[in-house]
Every structure is written in C-alpha cells, then in structure tokens.
C-alpha cells in the first residue's frame, strides 16, 4: 500500500519548459545582446571619426581662407598647433603662368595647402590657388 501513496501520476501533457530548454533560451538570447552591443560600440567609434574628421576639415577651410586674406606670401606659411590633439602645416607652391595671357612679372599663381593632422592617423589636405598682382615699377 505504501508504495501506491508513493508513486508519481503519468504526466501527459507538459505544462512548462524544461531547464534544458530554458538555458538554450537564455544562450540564444545573450549572443543577440552581445552582438547589439558590439554594434553600437562600433558605431560610437564610427561617430568619434566623424566629429574628428567634420572639425578637421573646417579648421583646414578656416586656414585657408586665412590664407586667402593674407597680403603677403611669405606670412602665409607656418605650423599651427589647433588644439584638442589637431596640428595643422600650411604650405605655398608658385605655380607656373606661362598658360595665362598674362606676363609673369604682373601676376604670380600661388597653390596653398593646408594640412590637418590628429591622433592617431587622422589627416584632412585642402589645397587652394591665390593670385597675387605685382604692381611694374
């Protein structure tokens, strides 16, 4: 008699998940929140060089229109320390005039360039021409 009051019912429908089923669950869904994550890691990064590369970009446009409004070629050349990790070199190149129909003693053609540089690897080269007329004496 004992062993009848002891006995289990036959279970014959399932009524909940097994632990089995629950911890491949919890595994399927904790390698979805990792890879999530790893996403928006990337994307933060992605974010951080843009913004380097956006304020890079409108230092070497402020320094060169610096450089456009500079009499004198020989003040247009130096290093710039910008700040924030950007340094920046600009540079001067007399180009040739002989395709202009203008004689070379009146006006000379000038090609600016301005470098940009930032940690680690980050670089942004914006190139411009300035004429400078040189009055005959």
């Known amino acids: 008699m004992l062993s009848r009051l002891t006995r289990l019912p036959a279970r014959h429908g399932s009524h909940g998940f097994s632990l089995l089923e629950i911890l491949a669950a ?10 999530v994550l790893q ?14 590369h956006s304020r890079a970009s409108a230092l070497a446009r402020s320094l060169l ?9 020989e ?10 990790g950007f340094n920046a070199n600009r ?17 000379s053609l ?3 360039r301005v470098v940009v540089q930032w940690p680690p690897n980050g670089l942004v080269e914006l190139s411009g021409k300035k004429a400078v007329y040189e009055k005959p004496e």
């Open 65 to 73: 229109e610096e450089a456009y409004a500079i009499d004198k070629i």
């Open 110 to 112: 000038y090609e600016i």
């Open 39 to 52: 996403l928006f890691s990337v994307s933060l990064r992605t974010v951080d060089k843009a913004d380097h």
């Open 26 to 35: 919890m595994f399927i869904l904790g390698v979805g929140i990792l890879a």
């Open 75 to 84: 003040d247009i050349e130096g290093s710039f320390d910008l700040g924030d």
């Open 91 to 107: 540079y001067t190149e007399l180009l040739s005039t002989e395709e202009l129909e203008i004689s070379e003693r009146e006006l």
